[in-house]
């Protein structure tokens, strides 16, 4: 049994080997676009993890050899004190399973190669920020998420930092009685075990069976050299999608993060920019980006999400795979790439589903309903809900056995997940329309508003603009204006969708029937005709 996989782009196996990740990279590999070097850790090493409760014992001669290599390519050896070589640990399922598993970035920053890493950049910040990072990221992974575990805050004091690294550092001694491991081949073991181990927990079981995905597919782990956002005024990361998910426009959509790492956009903690800055900061990267994003759309036909690093002016992707699109985006996208000739128009149409006509046409507040304005942010899933204010994902699964709940919070997390499933509608103060909780709002089709700036939020009442809301009040979002109001207000919805109209036109010419039907019968009978030619 072969357990460890190059990250190279003869790579033949599939998904269901190298996970939706690792197959992803691959795939851009051999699109010629940037990727950091790195292995893949098959599905079928977490299966065999998860059944005998151990990493397989012939894994340890197929990891030295993986490192050696990984160690040669980028010249930098795991544990060296002059020139160390840190690695991200990444979970990837053979289906998407966003923000339900670990990540542990920057691994290898011992207390040694920190301070090696310091000399060598000589920017001990940096240095120190970073081994902050691994550390939040491992204490997450072998402790679980925990608000007690302080994330970083590109924190740019020396004694603040030190301070944070000796807290997280003693918070993990005492919970499991075993210090952070100082060797850093220890330090990736531990960390490939958690991220196994993550398969099984709550969230992902439950975001699991939301989504009909079985729970027999494990997991891969992809290790890649890093790639650092948070390495100097040049650096970032971002969340970019080709087209609007909302809409379906042609136009990039998502999130930048100037000086962060990836985690800081998905996890909704920071602040984030539109992904147009990017132009503006760092025309080269956006240039390098617009291009990575047309070779993928080309390879894909369809619109396609990416995650990426820039490192000091330079373009790294993390992953890419076809966009997950909203009904209305994903009939527009289907249009848009039959009318360019990208697909046929039998494609287009076997693209679209019953589920897509049912959220075509997403309601919009009525103008009158802002007349009682509670607070403002940005849509980040269309759609208009209404229901109690529930300030936990404990107390929405709880209330909603009475009724609607919306779900409020500073920003969602994986622990979230059982609220996020009860919920009617999700509402944060932070985070962009990238943020976990927006990316889950998406794949459930329930309406999100993310970056509320003004809103707080405590364990019995929601604040903003000098107002109190008590939990239980009712209030409405509208997911594309990014409106909150309260109480129950009218809404309003579009009539007409050209995209929708000729979309069904075609329906009709193929299914040679002009009978007056519902959307979905014109649609299913072009689909019978279609699979039956």
């Given at each position: ?308 690093t820039y490192e000091s002016g330079r373009l790294w992707l993390l992953q890419a795979r076809p966009a997950r699109l909203t009904g209305r985006a994903a009939i527009r996208v289907a249009v848009d790439l039959a009318d360019d000739n990208t697909i046929d128009r039998n494609q287009a149409l076997l693209r679209i589903t019953p589920h897509h006509l049912r959220h ?174």
């Amino acid at each position: 049994m072969t357990w460890i996989h190059p990250l190279t782009a003869d790579n033949t196996h599939t998904a269901s080997t190298l996970g939706g990740k690792g197959h992803g990279l691959t795939t851009l590999q051999r699109l010629g676009l940037p990727v950091p070097p790195g292995f893949i850790i098959s599905t079928e090493t977490c299966r065999a993890f998860l059944r005998d409760g151990h990493l397989p014992t012939t894994l340890d001669a197929e990891l030295a050899a993986a490192l050696t290599d990984l160690e040669t390519t980028t010249r930098r050896r795991l544990g060296d004190p002059e020139r160390p070589l840190t690695v991200a640990v990444r979970s990837g399922s053979p289906a998407p399973m966003p923000g339900m598993m670990n990540t542990i970035l920057n691994l290898g920053l011992t207390t040694e190669t920190t301070a090696g890493l310091a000399t060598e950049t000589g920017d001990p910040r940096f240095a120190l920020d970073s081994r902050l990072r691994f550390l939040s990221s491992f204490a997450s992974a072998v402790l679980g998420p925990h608000p007690a575990h302080p994330a970083p805050a590109h924190d740019t004091d020396r004694t603040r930092l030190t301070q944070a690294i000796h807290h997280l550092e003693n918070l993990v001694r005492e919970r499991t009685g075993e210090p952070v491991p100082d060797d850093a081949t220890q330090q990736l073991k531990t960390a490939i075990a958690a991220v196994f181990s993550s398969w099984d927990t709550p969230r992902a079981t439950t975001y699991r069976e939301l989504h009909d995905i079985p729970h027999d597919l494990g997991t891969a782990v992809t290790v890649q050299a890093m790639v650092f956002g948070n390495r100097d005024a040049h650096s970032g990361t971002g969340v970019a999608f080709s087209r609007d998910p909302n809409t379906g426009e042609n136009a990039p959509y998502g999130d930048l993060l100037p000086g962060g790492q990836g985690e800081d956009v998905v996890s909704g903690r920071s602040t984030t920019h539109p992904l147009t800055e990017l132009a503006r900061r760092e025309p080269t990267v956006w240039a390098d980006l617009h291009h990575a994003m047309d070779r993928i759309e080309r390879h894909y036909r369809d619109a396609c999400y990416v995650e990426f690093t820039y490192e000091s002016g330079r373009l790294w992707l993390l992953q890419a795979r076809p966009a997950r699109l909203t009904g209305r985006a994903a009939i527009r996208v289907a249009v848009d790439l039959a009318d360019d000739n990208t697909i046929d128009r039998n494609q287009a149409l076997l693209r679209i589903t019953p589920h897509h006509l049912r959220h075509a046409r997403t309601p919009r507040l009525a103008p009158t309903a802002t007349t009682d304005l509670f607070a403002r942010g940005l849509g980040a899933c269309p759609g208009v809900a209404t229901g109690k204010v529930a300030t936990t994902a404990d107390a929405a699964a709880r209330m909603a056995a009475d009724g609607p709940v919306i779900l409020v919070r500073p920003q969602t997390s994986p622990l979230d997940m059982h609220g996020l499933a009860a919920a009617t509608g999700v509402l944060t103060a932070r985070g962009g329309p990238t943020s976990h909780a927006a990316v889950i709002a998406r794949t459930m089709g329930k309406p999100a508003v993310v970056a509320a700036t003004d809103l707080t939020i405590n364990a019995t009442a929601v604040h903003a603009g000098g107002r109190t809301l008590p939990e239980g009040t009712l209030i409405t979002i509208d997911g594309t204006g990014g409106e909150v109001v309260v109480g129950h207000h009218p809404t309003t919805t579009a009539t007409t969708d050209p995209h929708l109209h000729r979309l069904l036109q075609w329906a009709d010419a193929i299914s040679g029937d002009t009978a007056a039907r519902t959307e979905t019968e014109r649609l299913t009978a072009a689909h019978t005709a279609l699979r039956t030619t």
